[in-house]
């Protein structure tokens, strides 16, 4: 097993890199806002109103038990692209140990200068400006649970990046993803409207090009080794500032995925006993 570790930590951190310095040099100007409420990110802050409940009860329902007060206590969670934090401290308030990651060294001086408010996260959440594929090297196999919320319309492998996400999680962790559906409607909506138009996104935060259908990430999940157990449709309603679930996929969706088991030397899943990792895929669907 630890040469199959050395193999992968090595074979990562040879190939090119999921950060995109585009995307980049973005949200270095823009990383003293995070925790402006009514500014640049306020879609980001009330999303929490349905992230945090869709990760907390998904977990909740694959545990035996949990803790009166603090659920999420002893799972470890890695928030890919934490940015200022938005996602990190309220896990961390749930109980659980979270490690936020972001490459950008200013949106991690900004979440660090945020979570100094709060003593109940001095032990539970830190940070670390860093990339996925560094995370590999050093921590194969450690995670229950990755969220990356946001994220993977920003970089630059996606196939790359969801193999980075099944090596740090352990056999049967859990693999959360929040993203824009690439569609008419999401170039139209996403891009036009909420960039152009209302500016309630910083105009140029996202490129239509690199968006991710469904069909196009469960594809990318289930090669690497996931199993996907639930995609949610997300609507956004910028009048009221309110997120809510929806059948539709066509603009934003969430994606809940297990990992199966080991992978081979080939590359190839071992699923792992009782996972329902055998399922097909068209059992994937809302859960909420």
């Not at 998904?58 to 999420?72: D, E």
């Not at 899943?269 to 859960?287: D, F, K, L």
Request: net charge negative; glycine share 8%; with cysteine.
């Amino acid at each position: 097993l630890w040469l199959f570790r050395f193999t992968m930590r090595r074979l990562f951190s040879t190939l090119r890199s999921t950060v995109d310095s585009k995307e980049m040099k973005k949200f270095q100007l823009l990383s003293h806002k995070w925790w402006d409420e009514e500014g640049e990110y306020s879609a980001l802050h009330s999303m929490n109103d349905i992230r945090v409940p869709f990760i907390r009860d998904t977990l909740l329902n694959m545990r035996n038990h949990h803790q009166l007060g603090n659920p999420l206590s002893g799972l470890k969670i890695l928030d890919v692209g934490c940015g200022g934090g938005l996602l990190s401290e309220p896990l961390g308030r749930l109980g659980a140990s979270v490690t936020g990651i972001d490459p950008v060294e200013d949106s991690i001086r900004t979440a660090d200068w945020h979570k100094s408010f709060d003593p109940i996260l001095a032990e539970r959440v830190q940070y670390k400006s860093s990339s996925l594929e560094e995370i590999v090297e050093e921590s194969v196999e450690t995670f229950d649970v990755i969220v990356a919320s946001e994220v993977v319309e920003h970089v630059a492998d996606l196939e790359m990046f969801i193999k980075c996400c099944y090596q740090v999680l352990k056999p049967e962790g859990s693999l959360f993803i929040t993203t824009i559906n690439k569609t008419q409607l999401s170039y139209v909506l996403g891009i036009v409207v909420a960039e152009k138009i209302i500016g309630i996104v910083p105009e140029g935060t996202h490129e239509w090009e690199k968006f991710v259908s469904p069909e196009e990430l469960q594809h990318f999940l289930e090669s690497s080794g996931f199993s996907v157990k639930a995609v949610n449709g997300m609507l956004y309603n910028p009048l009221t500032g309110v997120w809510s679930w929806r059948e539709s996929r066509s603009l934003n969706y969430a994606v809940h995925a297990v990992k199966c088991g080991r992978q081979d030397e080939s590359g190839h899943a071992e699923p792992s006993p009782g996972t329902g990792c055998q399922e097909p895929s068209a059992t994937a669907g809302t859960h909420l």
